[in-house]
């Protein structure tokens, strides 16, 4: 329940032994960060990995009811803006579309723009949920757990119409 403690504890470096961490956070859980908040984001190499406005709505409101707020995009923007300052250039921003489009060229470019060895094990994995996955996993990370690898993304034409109330929000 302390941000500040654990980003001082366990996000500004990799665990004993391991040369990389990776940290996947959405953009409005860094709210209440004091201490550390310059330090998490002028430290590591950072990337936005979003997802088509119209296909994020229709998830959210499958599982609850989605508002601009729950939606992060105003956060999204504090943090591209944030890191673009720190850096003096934008951090790249990855259509999660891509990824499933050319998971292989994706993975690769994001790599070497991160100074990251590319393997062939980053396009698969074994299904299932995992440890650290949190108390949400079976409301979010259903389809993650029931697959082994990125699947295609739906053709251009075939995007499921937003559903019913979500029109102004989006």
């Excluded at 859980?29 to 950072?46: D, I, P």
């Excluded at 944030?82 to 499933?100: C, H, K, M, T, W």
């Excluded at 062939?120 to 409301?139: F, Y």
């Excluded at 389809?143 to 082994?148: G, I, L, Q, R, V």
Aim: glycine share 8%; with cysteine.
């Amino acid at each position: 329940q302390d941000g500040d403690r654990v980003v001082a504890s366990s996000l500004l470096s990799p665990p004993e032994g391991k040369a990389l961490l990776y940290v996947k956070h959405i953009a409005k859980m860094r709210v209440g960060l004091q201490t550390h908040q310059q330090a998490l984001m002028g430290s590591g190499k950072h990337f936005l990995l979003v997802r088509d406005p119209r296909e994020m709505l229709n998830s959210w409101a499958s599982v609850l009811p989605p508002s601009l707020h729950e939606t992060c995009f105003p956060a999204l923007i504090e943090v591209f803006s944030e890191l673009r300052s720190l850096n003096g250039v934008p951090p790249p921003v990855i259509d999660a579309n891509d990824i499933r489009r050319d998971p292989e060229g994706m993975i690769r470019s994001l790599c070497t723009h991160l100074g990251v060895t590319f393997t062939a094990d980053m396009l698969s994995w074994e299904p299932g949920p995992r440890q650290w996955d949190g108390v949400w996993a079976p409301w979010w990370y259903k389809n993650t757990h029931s697959c082994s690898g990125f699947a295609p993304p739906l053709p251009a034409g075939d995007a499921k119409p937003l559903k019913e109330g979500l029109q102004e929000l989006y």
